[in-house]
């Protein structure tokens, strides 16, 4: 039982996730074609307007497509409409992150009304300083790299604490996705605000945009198929 909640909650922070870039893309009236939760075939959808939401079936990671013919078209959009966008993403982890934390805190008691506002914010910042320093080690050899499948392995011990333990997965799940996200690497969110704010200066570095992001994706695949081999390994043993 504890996997599948573990599962649901990190389809839940992808869904946040994903939710704050569609919001981002109302906001900056950037028209969206496509809203998937997962990578790769459609298992699910519907459409309302000129939108598809699907929900697909590698429970991966997510994306919104914006409605433009190619690349060329897009960076026709403002620059600092496309900051929005990207931004969209980590900002509504980092506020799921502040809701769970007040909510942790009123339950566990002891801190006034006044002081939740202030508290979680603390907490955010301790972590986001731990989870940077936990993915220095991944590039160092110091620090050992967990898939999905690990994850859920972890989940499934932290949610047998009924629902402060979701409640405290569900915080970690949703600042490492703001964290990993923000890394300047292309197709990542950081990635793709470093290459806006450098064509904000030179139009014309804009051609690696595309090749760093493809070299982003190979690195990333792989980086998930290690991953996910090293969290097989540790279970079969």
Same mark, same amino acid.
């Given at each position: 039982?504890?996997?599948?909640?573990?599962?649901?909650?990190?389809?839940?922070?992808?869904?946040?996730?994903?939710?704050?870039?569609?919001?981002? =893309?109302?906001?900056?009236? +950037?028209?969206?074609?496509?809203?998937?939760? #997962?990578?790769? *075939? %459609?298992?699910?959808?519907?459409?309302? #307007?000129?939108?598809? !939401?699907?929900?697909? =079936? +590698?429970? /991966?990671?997510?994306?919104?497509? *914006?409605?433009?013919?190619?690349?060329?078209?897009?960076?026709?959009?403002?620059?600092?409409?496309?900051?929005? @966008? =990207?931004? #969209?993403?980590?900002?509504?982890?980092?506020?799921?992150?502040?809701?769970?934390?007040?909510?942790?805190?009123?339950?566990?008691?002891?801190?006034?009304?006044?002081? +939740?506002?202030?508290?979680?914010?603390?907490?955010?910042?301790?972590?986001?300083?731990?989870?940077?320093?936990?993915?220095?080690?991944? @590039?160092?050899?110091?620090?050992?790299?967990?898939?999905?499948?690990?994850?859920? =392995?972890?989940?499934?011990?932290?949610?047998?604490?009924?629902? +402060?333990?979701?409640? %405290?997965? $569900?915080?970690?799940?949703?600042?490492?996705?703001?964290?990993?996200?923000? $890394? *300047?690497?292309?197709? $990542?969110?950081?990635?793709?605000?470093?290459? !806006? /704010?450098?064509?904000?200066?030179?139009?014309?570095?804009?051609?690696?945009?595309?090749? /760093?992001?493809?070299? #982003?994706?190979?690195?990333? $695949?792989? /980086?998930?198929? !290690?991953?996910? !081999?090293?969290?097989?390994?540790?279970?079969?043993?």
């Amino acid at each position: 039982m504890g996997y599948i909640v573990s599962a649901l909650l990190i389809g839940l922070a992808i869904l946040i996730h994903e939710m704050g870039h569609l919001v981002a =893309a109302w906001w900056t009236k +950037i028209p969206v074609t496509r809203f998937s939760v #997962g990578i790769g *075939p %459609k298992v699910w959808g519907w459409r309302r #307007g000129e939108t598809d !939401y699907w929900l697909s =079936a +590698i429970p /991966l990671g997510g994306y919104v497509l *914006p409605a433009v013919e190619d690349h060329d078209e897009f960076v026709k959009i403002p620059v600092s409409r496309r900051l929005i @966008f =990207a931004f #969209g993403g980590p900002v509504a982890n980092i506020l799921l992150s502040f809701v769970c934390l007040a909510i942790y805190n009123v339950l566990q008691g002891g801190l006034s009304l006044s002081a +939740i506002s202030v508290e979680p914010v603390v907490q955010i910042g301790n972590m986001i300083m731990a989870m940077i320093a936990a993915i220095g080690g991944l @590039f160092t050899g110091a620090g050992e790299v967990s898939g999905v499948v690990g994850i859920v =392995a972890v989940g499934d011990k932290i949610v047998s604490g009924g629902f +402060i333990g979701m409640l %405290k997965f $569900l915080n970690a799940l949703s600042i490492s996705l703001a964290v990993f996200n923000m $890394l *300047p690497m292309p197709p $990542l969110d950081g990635g793709k605000i470093m290459m !806006y /704010l450098l064509e904000s200066i030179d139009r014309r570095l804009l051609w690696l945009h595309e090749r /760093l992001t493809i070299a #982003g994706i190979v690195l990333i $695949l792989g /980086l998930m198929v !290690y991953a996910t !081999y090293g969290d097989v390994q540790a279970l079969l043993q």
